[in-house]
T-cell receptor, first 116, second 110 residues
Framework: SAVISQKPSRDICQRGTSLTIQCQVD?????MFWYRQQPGQSLTLIATANQGSEATYESGFVIDKFPISRPNLTFSTLTVSNMSPEDSSIYLC?????????????FGSGTRLTVV | GQQVMQIPQYQHVQEGEDFTTYCNSSTTLSNIQWYKQRPGGHPVFLIQLVKSGEVKKQKRLTFQFGEAKKNSSLHITATQTTDVGTYFC??????????FGSGTQLTVLP
């Protein structure tokens, strides 16, 4: 399965600032997904990042707040903009490995964000 | 989009007892996946079920997919402290995105 390096692992940020989270995959993957997991909750899909086209956002998430870049098939970034304490969550990237769905989705180790 | 309900939300068991978590959908699912998330960790893939009535086993874990492909269960026999974590079911959508159930947080008391 694919191996994902996600950075930073955690951060404490001031409200009103922005944080960019990076995910680097060790193989080329067509689709990358960004999830948010609020404390004690399930995972909620933010957007799907496709190489060469704009990201597709889920209901309740907008590009101005969560801009995404996907410059190539192994890398993506998610920016959390103009942060407020409500943005405190774990953010995870995920990919379908080149071997296909049989082996499930692979997740990055997550970015634990605290906004103060 | 599709929704997947999962129960119970929490389960506390004594070590050695069995544990089961259930997922239900109002729509037919093409497949269902199960993930385990250890405290402080990220979701790790356990299994995928695709066929109606499918049953798969991994050591003490038994996974079932309902005949109508609308429900699934994960059963752990004789729990151990290493089983602690949150178990999620997840269904993949037409755009290959995953929709997660609400999760069952398992605590195993020694």
């Amino acid at each position: 399965s694919a191996v994902i390096s996600q950075k930073p692992s955690r951060d404490i940020c001031q409200r009103g600032t922005s944080l960019t989270i990076q995910c680097q995959v060790d193989s080329q993957v067509t689709m990358m997904f960004w999830y948010r997991q609020q404390p004690g909750q399930s995972l909620t899909l933010i957007a799907t990042a496709n190489q060469g086209s704009e990201a597709t956002y889920e209901s309740g998430f907008v590009i101005d707040k969560f801009p995404i870049s996907r410059p190539n098939l192994t890398f993506s970034t998610l920016t959390v903009s103009n942060m407020s304490p409500e943005d405190s969550s774990i953010y995870l990237c995920s990919v379908v490995p080149p071997t296909g769905l049989t082996y499930g989705y692979t997740f990055g180790s997550g970015t634990r964000l605290t906004v103060v | 989009g599709q929704q997947v309900m999962q129960i119970p939300q929490y389960q506390h068991v004594q070590e050695g007892e069995d544990f089961t978590t259930y997922c239900n959908s109002s729509t037919t699912l093409s497949n269902i996946q199960w993930y385990k998330q250890r405290p402080g960790g990220h979701p790790v893939f356990l299994i995928q079920l695709v066929k109606s009535g499918e049953v798969k086993k991994q050591k003490r874990l038994t996974f079932q997919f309902g005949e109508a492909k609308k429900n699934s269960s994960l059963h752990i026999t004789a729990t151990q402290t290493t089983d602690v974590g949150t178990y999620f079911c997840a269904a993949s959508g037409s755009a290959r995105q995953l929709t997660f159930g609400s999760g069952t947080q398992l605590t195993v008391l020694p």
